[in-house]
């Protein structure tokens, strides 16, 4: 991320640490938790202990573990504080909330929540850890406003184990969508603007997350699996989602740009039309459909709750307003460390998070600040939905 006149940084910094000093009420804990951040921030290949200890002129890494560890402050107020400061800088009405997940590969079986599960990151199942996050999409910016941290069934069984890695005794077991929903409502509540919610299909299968945004008043544009049975507006009868690409009743297709590769523009066909699910509370709703140009199309399916009059472009603008997420991930990954921790403590995860999306935020802010504010043109759209 280039950012402008890098000599004023630390001076930006300052003034945004200053917004969050009294979450800290120990001035040594505030110190640390700088000197943390700015670790973070520094040009440090492998960002574990010792090197961002050595980055910040530490002897050794004794105080920043402490922040992890010992330190008296609330993660969850910090959060709370940040994303206040973001929907400041950023917030937009019609917002899109974007839940996506992140895999941490790490050794051993003491860490909290580490099994061998999927990584996203590797593709492929792995001994690691998983959070799910929540970001935020606006015309004007994108950053993340909060993590859980995913506990395997397996690890609410352990209570020894649970109690060893000082994961607190209410936390109980929760499906990633519950996590999801979990953190919707956290930024719902706190009057977050944030009237879409997108999603791949692991959540866009969950009936209980959809119904949760429908029922809060939102909109969601979520991917959903192959396997699922839709119903005709002029039919009773279910057929599975992926006749519906040869369907007589489909809408004319039509030809759209998001993204620009190497190769140049990347353009895909989208499909858009009224279905019911089956034993789906929410009733009529929209399937789209964006196929690729090739001779044999690959095929992605979404389901909407928007409104009836919603358009094309819109459903399909915020259904492509997912890949931000994946730029912050590779963002927070390569320049702020978010995968080099080496905790093993519930809360120690939390607080690794919490300052590594808080620097990450920073620098978003900063070059948001830094630029036009001028509305992206494939956003304009949904002002008028």
């Known amino acids: ?51 961002l200890a050595e980055a910040v002129g530490l002897p050794d890494p004794h105080s920043l573990q402490r922040v992890l560890n010992e330190a008296k402050w609330d993660t969850d107020e910090v959060c709370q504080t940040m994303r206040e400061m973001t929907i400041n800088e950023i917030g937009y009405a019609p917002g899109i909330g974007v839940i996506d997940e992140s895999g941490f590969i790490k050794w051993g079986k003491k860490s909290a929540g580490v099994a061998r599960q999927y990584c996203g990151r590797w593709g492929k199942v792995d001994n690691c850890q998983v959070g799910v996050f929540l970001g935020y999409v606006s015309d004007t910016g994108a950053a993340f406003l909060d993590r859980e941290l995913y506990l395997p069934k397996a690890w609410c069984e352990d209570e020894e184990r ?85 369907s007589e009743l489909t809408n004319p297709w039509e030809k759209l740009c998001f993204r620009i590769s190497e190769k140049g523009l990347i353009w895909h066909e989208w499909a858009a039309f009224r279905i019911t699910m089956p034993e789906d509370t929410i009733g009529e709703q929209w399937v789209l459909i964006q196929r690729t140009l090739d001779n044999e199309p690959e095929y992605n399916f979404y389901l909407s709750n928007a409104p009836q009059d919603t358009t094309l472009i819109t459903l399909a603008t915020v259904a492509v307003s997912r890949h931000p997420i994946e730029e912050l991930f590779e963002e927070a990954k390569g320049e702020v460390g978010m ?33 036009e504010k001028k509305p992206s043109a494939s956003l304009v759209e949904l002002q008028s939905t």
């Not at 973070?40 to 574990?48: G, I, M, Q």
Request: proline share 4%; with cysteine; net charge positive.
């Open 162 to 246: 649970c109690r060893a890695a000082k994961i607190p005794e209410h936390v109980i077991f929760q499906t990633k969508p519950q996590l999801a929903q979990t953190m919707l409502e956290r930024a719902w509540s706190e009057g977050i603007p944030m009237q879409w919610v997108v999603a791949d299909a692991l959540y866009g299968n969950s009936p209980q997350l959809r119904e949760a945004v429908d029922t809060h008043g939102r909109y969601y544009v979520m991917a959903i699996g192959r396997r699922h049975q839709v119903i005709q507006q002029v039919s009773t009868q279910a057929i599975p989602i992926t006749e519906l690409v040869n």
């Open 339 to 371: 995968a080099d921790y080496e905790v093993r403590h519930w809360h120690g995860w939390y607080r690794h998070m919490t300052l590594v999306m808080l620097a990450h935020t920073w620098l978003k802010l900063l070059q948001h600040q830094q630029r």
């Open 1 to 51: 991320m280039e950012i402008e006149n890098p000599s004023a940084w630390s001076e930006s910094f300052t003034t945004f640490f200053s917004t969050f000093r009294n979450h800290f009420l120990r001035s040594e804990t505030r110190d640390s938790v700088q000197l943390y951040m700015r670790g973070l921030l520094a040009d440090v290949p492998r960002k574990n202990g010792w090197q």
